[in-house]
Nanobody
Framework: QAQLVESGGGLVQPGGSLTLSCSVSGQDFAAYSMCWYRQAPGKQRELVARISAAGNTFYSASVKGRFTISRDNAKNTVYLQMNSLKPEDTAVYYC????????WGQGTQVIVSS
């Protein structure tokens, strides 16, 4: 069973930046679209960004223009560069495949607050 290990979260002031990383231990990493999701307190988990095997990207309307998803297939790692952070970006962030999802990892907490 593959493992997803998210890291890079923390406390940041509004307007600040963070870069999240997700290391995937499973096979065939390069063949699958990878996603970042987030779950805020009291809310459902939502898709934030997706990157296809070919490198095509998709962003939710709430983060478009501020977040950038990327992947390094040699390292089995997907990244999320987050700029111009807002308090409403506060959530636990998770990565996973778009299809044939693995069991969810622990996520990484992002808190945007002054």
């Amino acid at each position: 069973q593959a493992q997803l290990v998210e890291s890079g979260g923390g406390l940041v002031q509004p307007g600040g930046s963070l870069t999240l990383s997700c290391s995937v231990s499973g096979q065939d990493f390069a063949a699958y679209s990878m996603c970042w999701y987030r779950q805020a307190p009291g809310k459902q988990r939502e898709l934030v960004a997706r990157i296809s095997a070919a490198g095509n990207t998709f962003y939710s309307a709430s983060v478009k223009g501020r977040f950038t998803i990327s992947r390094d297939n040699a390292k089995n790692t997907v990244y999320l560069q987050m700029n111009s952070l807002k308090p409403e970006d506060t959530a636990v962030y998770y990565c996973n495949r778009w299809t044939s999802q693995y069991a969810w990892g622990q996520g990484t907490q992002v808190i945007v607050s002054s």
